[in-house]
């Protein structure tokens, strides 16, 4: 066991014996509990509880994964899933995820999707669903997420009417808002159609000019249409032209100036 003797049972000895040396000048905090609860034979820890696949498939279990702990699933997991796949959006909204003992929402009345301690988001549609399937047996789960969906969404139209009365009457009495998110989205959808359609402009232009050029012969080599600058100057190629001499005037022709007789 090496130097000390650091069995189960004999921990607390060898650190009492450690404490009347210099050695070990403090006192654990563990000792007085070690004394009073002495530790079994072995630490090492047993066995979990497996799971009903790894009894299934006792052969592809590896001794390295057997400490993990179990994976712990709820009923209410799965809802959850079902609701964010069909409601994105409601990840982006702000919630409040504070709670005291983590056992509030068991002390809500959730007869009713609306709680007066408590702000209408998915969780709320999770423990309502959650609740009609309980005391409806005959509800199937699709019926009882139809019913907590369609309450949801009179809350959320409820609120957004009360959100379009409070701002009418707050420009009434002379209040201004900024650009609402619809207008700012245009904005930047306008913003990008116009790059876009600078760029198609360009585009065609190109090609055409590679059309006309195809013609002509004036295409460089990388595609591009040679300019007037590309295109050697014409030189003008002087020919010397051999000078041709008269034939000499015969004898029978009389000279200037005279008659023949």
Known sequence: MGRYDLRPLQVHQTATELLRTPRLRTTPPWLEIVGRVPPAQTLVRPQPVQHQENRKRPK?????????????????????????????WELARPRVVLEDDGKDAQRNDWSQLQQPSRAVDAESVVQRQSWLMQHFPKMSKAQAYDQARHEFYYVRYAEEVERR???????????????????????????????????GLAESSRQEQRRLASYSGLESG????????????????????????????????????????
Not at 64 to 88: K, N
Not at 168 to 184: D, M, N, V
């Open 60 to 88: 592809t279990r590896k001794p390295s994964r057997m400490f993990l702990p179990q994976q712990i699933s709820y009923p209410e997991d799965e809802l959850r899933r079902d609701f964010y796949s069909d409601h994105p």
């Open 165 to 199: 009365v409070a701002q009418e009457e707050a420009r009434a009495t002379g209040a201004y808002f900024g650009k609402s998110y619809l207008q700012i989205g245009s904005e930047l959808e306008d913003q990008s159609w116009e790059e876009f359609k600078r760029w």
């Open 222 to 261: 990388d595609g591009e249409v040679a300019s007037d600058l590309d295109v050697p100057p014409e030189i003008d190629v002087v020919i010397p032209v051999p000078s041709v001499t008269p034939p000499p005037e015969s004898s029978s022709t009389p000279p200037v100036g005279t008659t023949r007789r």
